[in-house]
Structures are given as C-alpha cells and as structure tokens.
C-alpha cells in the first residue's frame, strides 16, 4: 500500500486506474507493478468510487429499462455483482458495489460465465442456515454470489450492508473452492 500511496502522490495514478475492466478490477500493473493484490484494489474502488459514481450515473438511471441489460456486469461501471437480491415481486436483481447501480438478471443462469444448465448451478449450505440467505455457485467458473430473499427479510438492509454483514457465507463458499471477483472482507482480512 505504501508503494500504492507513492505512485498515487507522484500523479502516476489517479481515481480512473480503479475503475473496473474486462475480468478485473482497476489496472493490472497495481497488482504487477506496486504489489496490491487484487482484493485490496477491489476494495479501494468500491469504497472510494462509489460516492461518485453514484452520483455521476444518477440521472441516467431511470432510463435502464427492465430486462434491457441481460450481461452479467453492471450497465453503469462494467464491475461484476457483488450481491443479488430477490426482490418481493420475485425478480433476482443483482447489485453493483462500485457505482452502487443494479440489474434486473435471470434467476437460473450464472452472470459470471453464463452457464445455465440445472447441474452446472448449486446453492451452497451453512451450517447454520438463515432463512432468506442463500449463496448462489456455479460449478463451471466455480464463481459465487450471495443472495438474499427479501420476500422473507423484507427489512434487510442495503446490499452492500448484507453483503459486508455476512462473512460466515463467504467462510462457506471459499473454504468449498469458490471465489467472487469483488472482495469481501473476509478476504480483505486474510494473510496473502
Ligand atoms: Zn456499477
Ligand atoms: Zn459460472
């Protein structure tokens, strides 16, 4: 990170080498060049470019018709979910935790790879199961996202709140082999 805050302070980097690019977060030389790993990066631009890209995206919300946007990343940022929500009319709609944007997407097909098939999609168990709580896999890209039914939690809190409030779920898919292209803080609070 120091090395990061060097390169920052120098003017070799700015705000947009965090925005997110096909299959990653932010630019590669942070994690080749100044050392960052990738979770760190991911949690820079959702905590340092959401405020303004919230903003920036506001007023070209509204025209994100409904199932106009049927890619598995944001139609604002390009980032990849970092959190799915049923919402009461049961649609699954997945959250941007960059520009804090959403999607509506189909229930039954990966928005990481797009796989489809029954057997290729599984829902991972906690021990503890907490209804309304549900951790979305695909055996395919081997990529999960957390999931939250709010038919049944209907006073959850925001996404990214559910999703930083839940680590014990991410605890569940990382120790079966799973990863998610947005840090969770879990992964955060990991040696490398
Ligand atoms: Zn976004
Ligand atoms: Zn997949």
Not at 110 to 126: N, T, Y
Not at 128 to 155: H, P
Not at 176 to 181: I, K, L, M
Request: hydrophobic share 40%; net charge positive.
């Amino acid at each position: 990170m120091r090395r990061l805050a060097e390169a920052w302070d120098r003017g070799e980097i700015g705000p947009t080498a965090f925005l997110p690019a096909p299959g990653r977060i932010g630019l590669a030389s942070l994690s080749a060049d100044l050392g960052v790993r990738a979770e760190s990066v991911s949690f820079l631009a959702c905590g340092a470019l959401r405020p303004v890209l919230d903003r920036y995206f506001a007023a070209c919300r509204v025209h994100l018709a409904e199932r106009h946007w049927d890619l598995g990343v944001c139609p604002f940022c390009g980032a990849p979910p970092g959190f799915g929500d049923l919402t009461d009319t049961g649609q699954r709609r997945l959250a941007c935790h960059v520009c804090g944007g959403g999607w509506v997407f189909p229930r039954l097909r990966c928005p990481f790879c797009g796989a489809q098939s029954a057997k290729d999609l599984v829902r991972l168990e906690a021990e503890e199961r907490e209804e309304g709580y549900f951790i979305s896999a695909c055996r395919q890209c081997r990529v999960y996202v957390k999931e939250l039914d709010r038919r049944i939690r209907w006073n959850a809190g925001s996404a990214l709140v559910e999703d930083w409030g839940s680590p014990h779920f991410d605890m569940v898919a990382l120790r079966e082999g799973y990863r998610r292209p947005i840090a969770s803080l879990i992964q955060l609070a990991r040696r490398p």
